[in-house]
């Protein structure tokens, strides 16, 4: 990463707080948030695997976590490197959370 780009885990931030700062980023940090935001998808998916190899019960609740987030970091893996650029902003920018906007326009 350059010196002027945020850090990975400051970009999560940034999807809520302010899109367009995202828009701004290059190209290659977007694909690499995208990895990493992926990344915490699938690790929250795993979660009820983990538990059932530590020998505890999963409730229905957290599988319905698995049912969630495994689509989303699986897809979010597939952008990051066959996706093009406008599909990979979108998946990051969630303008509705934009949250510097919404204080800003109410």
Known sequence: ???NE??????????LWDSEAIRLQSRRWKRN????TSGVCLEIALLPYVAG???HESS????????IFLPLGLLGLYASKFGNDRFVEWLLVVPK????RNL???
């Open 33 to 36: 948030l995208l990895v990493f």
């Open 1 to 3: 990463m350059q010196a």
């Open 97 to 100: 959370f934009d949250l510097k």
């Open 104 to 106: 800003v326009d109410g």
């Open 6 to 15: 945020p850090s990975l885990l400051h970009g999560i931030f940034l999807c």
């Open 53 to 55: 190899w530590m020998g």
């Open 60 to 67: 229905w609740l957290v599988w319905l976590l698995t049912l």
